[in-house]
T-cell receptor, first 113, second 113 residues
Framework: GEKVEQHESTLSVREGDSAVINCTYT??????FPWYKQEAGKSLHFVID?????DRKQSQRLIVLLDKKAKRFSLHITATQPEDSAIYFC????????????FGAGTRLKVIA | GGIITQTPKFLIGQEGQKLTLKCQQN?????MYWYRQDSGKGLRLIYY???????QKGDLSEGYDASREKKSSFSLTVTSAQKNEMAVFLC????????????FGKGTRLTVV
């Protein structure tokens, strides 16, 4: 089955710098790649996603890149702010109808003021 | 907007005990999920259900049962709690039939003594 590996378990950046979190997946049938954020003491909420028909998507300070050949996708947070500090999870799912989202292990991002 | 309500918020059980976690959603979503979150391991899928009375096993279904009594509710049973087990169980839901945003509840934190 699908496996999603999230490469950075922790990441520290200075406020205003960019943060990059990288994920790889194994199933070539995967076609949908969402990212979720979990702030301290709270549950996960959706932040951005990308589908396999594009290789880049931007929403304000968040950019997601997808390299289907390398089976790799990444989340770029530009101009980081203290409120970006959280655990970020990448995920992958396919269109094969099994409705399963496979998550990475999470990256704890700390933005230092 | 909708909400996913998980009860109880905290659950303390004894070794060997059968424990039930409940989840209700008012999004009118067809698909519901149970994930287990362990520190450093991300989210692992236990069970999911694509419609009322449907049940599909995830990667971590051994030791658990689930029940989709009606469209809005999905319960999870730990069949025999393991000593020193500690994890957060997250209920989630999404629209069926496409790769779309998954909405999460706030979780039930289980401790087994």
């Amino acid at each position: 089955g699908e496996k999603v590996e999230q490469h950075e378990s922790t990441l520290s950046v200075r406020e205003g710098d960019s943060a990059v979190i990288n994920c790889t997946y194994t199933d070539t049938a995967s076609s949908y790649f969402p990212w979720y954020k979990q702030e301290a003491g709270k549950s996960l909420h959706f932040v951005i996603d990308i589908r396999s028909n594009v290789d880049r998507k931007q929403s304000q300070r968040l950019i997601v890149l997808l390299d289907k050949k390398a089976k790799r996708f990444s989340l770029h947070i530009t101009a980081t702010q203290p409120e970006d500090s959280a655990i970020y999870f990448c995920a992958a799912s396919s269109n094969t109808g099994n409705y399963k989202y496979v998550f990475g292990a999470g990256t704890r991002l700390k933005v230092i003021a | 907007g909708g909400i996913i309500t998980q009860t109880p918020k905290f659950l303390i059980g004894q070794e060997g005990q059968k424990l039930t976690l409940k989840c209700q959603q008012n999004f009118n979503h067809d698909t519901m999920y149970w994930y287990r979150q362990d520190s450093g391991k991300g989210l692992r899928l236990i069970y999911y259900s694509i419609t009322e009375n449907d049940l599909q096993k995830g990667d971590l279904s051994e030791g658990y049962d689930a029940s989709r009594e009606k469209k809005s509710s999905f319960s999870l049973t730990v069949t025999s709690a393991q000593k020193n087990e500690m994890a957060v169980f997250l209920c989630a839901s999404s629209i069926t039939g496409g790769n779309t945003e998954v909405f999460f509840g706030k979780g039930t934190r289980l401790t087994v003594v």
